[in-house]
């Protein structure tokens, strides 16, 4: 930067042919070599216009220097106008020292243009120059003054500034609330200047430091204005005390806001976590009871089947037994048919030997008559015999199908009780994985639930303080789990809702399962009854050819024993499948009884966590009590704050009537209201 300065310069006074001065050489290489001061002084050199118009175009654009020493320079008026034109658009510039310059008209208003372009000078001396001389370029210069925003040192002394020059910077001083020094000594301020400085500080209320000595003051006057600027300084202490409260407790405001947002924060964690916490104890218990349904529907269905089997076997039993009974019924029809034949037959061999003698006339007679019935009966003889073989091979056919039967019920009572052992092997498996499953998650939950409650201990000793906005943000939450809990139930009831129908349908499956074998039964006696039927066609035939009849007979007795030793052992099997069911149904009738107790254990844990957060909600309503009591604390201070504001506008009101009072008791305010 300073080597950039350094070339414009040098380039500059190559332009308008001026040999650079050696003290602004000196100055710019010192501050190369390292020595940093930020301050171009050049008091007491002699500078001419033109480097004058060239320091102005350097200073212009530079930013650098923020301090320039220009004291006994001797300048010019066009040389200073130059300078000034080019310092009103400098960004760094911050102390500007022309004492001993002889300035006047011009270079007045020059300053007074500096003052309302430049927005970083802060400091300006104008010590032993003519600026007050010509009233024209005074006024612009207390117009810059009036315009600056910036400025607040300035260093008038001994510029011949009479009472009129003076009017006009008390008017300026009306509307300037930056300027804070002012010094005016040995001038021509008068009287009349000290009364206008005096109304002017009415209302300014930035200035603290005002030098009047050497103008011709009352000392009244100078007392009325010492007292004004003390007024001044003093509300301006207290104004910079109040803003360093008001930042102080700001500061500590924010501090406590951020201290309770990162309390509040770590205080929703927690409840999240908890919220967490509790959604997946929740999961899991809805997960583990659904697979204890599961398993439970399971084993109901398992059991229903078993049922509907056994009721089937139980079925096929009942219409063995009745067909057994039905053919003994038809048996024992038989004997008393064939018993009655016999007598018959006894009956007719009596009145045949009886009626023999008589026959034998007759016999010879009826030879050929009986010739042709024997060629009759011999046809019938055949035909007989070929309905016995078919009655034979019908009977053959039924024994295949009873032997049949008897082989498949075995293979299904074996198969039964594979799948009943096969079943009873994965259901203890089933019993001790549930609970291996069961304890871990316990203790999974003790531990949670200790851990919880030792750091839920920590963190309510350490919050102190949280804000009024907990409770909006408490009773969104409390409406958000409302919600949460609302839609959880309502989700519950539609899982409920969902299994009931598909217990429902399950129900009707099975009712539609029982009714189609309903109907099977009903085909199945209805074919009974049809053979029924043709075996009693058949034994009104079988009625005519005993022998043949005690021959099936002996054979359908020993059937019969066959089949009453089959029974009795289809029984047994039965029996045993009833033993092990209701063994089995015990076993499950025990898993619910543990069901419910996890269930209880369930409820008394939700229990629990409902009490904590009881006691939580509590805790939180005792620290906004603590919260509306500080800032019940922070009013207070501030209503404070404002009484000793308004006090101190009382004192200063009385004050400036004390002054008014005391000025117009005075003799001079008495002669002024003579005159």
């Not at 050929?368 to 007989?384: A, G, R, S, W, Y």
């Not at 999974?444 to 409650?453: G, I, R, S, V, Y």
């Not at 029996?575 to 499950?588: A, D, M, P, S, T």
Request: glycine share 4%; aromatic share 2%.
């Amino acid at each position: 930067m300073m080597e950039d300065f350094k070339k414009t310069y040098l380039r500059l006074c190559k332009e308008y042919c001026i040999e650079p001065l050696d003290c602004i050489l000196n100055q710019l290489t010192e501050t190369c070599d390292g020595n940093l001061k930020k301050r171009l002084d050049l008091s007491t050199q002699s500078l001419s216009v033109d480097t004058c118009a060239v320091l102005g175009k350097v200073l212009m654009n530079d930013i650098v220097f923020a301090e320039i020493m220009l004291c006994d320079c001797m300048l010019n008026e066009e040389g200073a106008r130059y300078l000034l034109c080019g310092l009103s658009t400098n960004t760094v510039i911050q102390t500007l020292d022309l004492k001993g310059n002889n300035l006047r008209a011009a270079a007045a208003e020059a300053l007074g243009k500096l003052l309302r372009q430049n927005k970083s000078l802060k400091r300006l001396i104008l010590e032993w120059n003519a600026i007050g001389m010509w009233e024209e370029g005074f006024g612009i210069f207390c117009e810059g003054v009036k315009a600056s925003k910036h400025l607040k040192h300035l260093d008038l002394r001994n510029n011949q500034i009479n009472h009129q020059g003076v009017g006009e910077l008390a008017l300026a001083l009306r509307h300037n609330d930056t300027l804070e020094e002012l010094d005016l000594r040995w001038n021509n301020v008068g009287l009349i200047g000290g009364r206008a400085l005096l109304n002017a500080l009415q209302q300014n209320k930035s200035l603290v430091r005002l030098e009047l000595a050497g103008n011709n003051i009352p000392s009244d006057i100078l007392k009325a204005i010492e007292q004004a600027i003390d007024h001044t300084s003093e509300c301006k202490t207290t104004k910079k005390e109040n803003r360093v409260r008001s930042k102080v407790l700001s500061n500590e405001i924010q501090c406590l806001k951020s201290e309770k947002n990162k309390q509040y924060l770590n205080l929703m964690g927690v409840i999240d976590q908890q919220k967490d916490e509790l959604c997946q104890t929740n999961r899991t218990s809805t997960v583990q009871v659904g697979h204890l349904q599961e398993a439970l529907n399971e084993r109901s269905s398992i059991v229903n089947s078993l049922r509907a089997k056994v009721q089937m076997s139980e079925a096929a039993l009942t219409l063995s037994e009745q067909k057994t009974n039905n053919l003994k019924e038809l048996l024992e029809k038989a004997r008393l048919e064939n018993f009655e034949l016999k007598e018959k037959h006894t009956k007719e061999l009596k009145n045949e030997q009886e009626g023999s003698s008589n026959r034998e006339t007759k016999l010879t007679r009826e030879l050929n008559t009986t010739n042709l019935k024997t060629m009759e009966l011999k046809n019938k003889v055949d035909e007989l015999e070929r309905r016995s073989k078919s009655q034979h091979d019908q009977i053959c056919h039924l024994k295949q199908e009873l032997i049949s039967m008897t082989a498949d019920m075995k293979r299904k009572v074996a198969q039964t009780e594979e799948r009943l052992e096969a079943e009873k092997k994965r259901y203890k498996q089933v019993l001790d994985d549930t609970d291996a499953v069961r304890q871990k998650e316990m203790n999974h939950m003790k531990h949670n639930l200790d851990e919880t409650q030792r750091s839920l201990q920590e963190r309510i000793h350490k919050l102190e303080d949280v804000k009024l906005q907990l409770e909006e943000d408490l009773s969104r939450a409390k409406a958000a789990a409302i919600t949460d809990r609302a839609q959880a139930e309502e989700e519950q009831i539609k899982i409920r809702n969902h299994a009931r129908l598909e217990e429902q349908q399950r129900l009707v499956h099975l009712e539609e399962k029982v009714h189609h074998l309903n109907q099977s039964r009903d085909e199945i006696q209805n074919r009974c009854t049809v053979q029924t039927q043709t075996i009693t066609e058949l034994q009104g035939k079988n009625n005519k050819h005993t022998f043949e009849n005690e021959s099936l007979k002996r054979r359908i007795e020993d059937l019969n024993q066959e089949l009453s030793g089959k029974d009795q052992e289809k029984v047994a099997e039965v029996n045993n499948v009833r033993v092990e069911l209701q063994e089995q149904i015990g076993h499950l009738q025990a898993e619910r009884a543990a069901q419910e107790g996890l269930k209880e254990k369930i409820s008394a844990l939700e229990r629990q966590l409902k009490v904590q957060s009881c006691n939580h909600r509590e805790t939180l309503l005792d620290k906004d009590g603590e919260i509306s009591c500080l800032l019940e604390k922070i009013r207070l201070k501030d209503n404070e704050i404002i009484r000793m504001k308004e006090d101190e506008a009382q004192r200063a009101s009385f004050l400036h009537n004390a002054i008014i009072s005391y000025v117009q008791g005075s003799p001079l305010g008495s002669q002024c209201t003579k005159k």
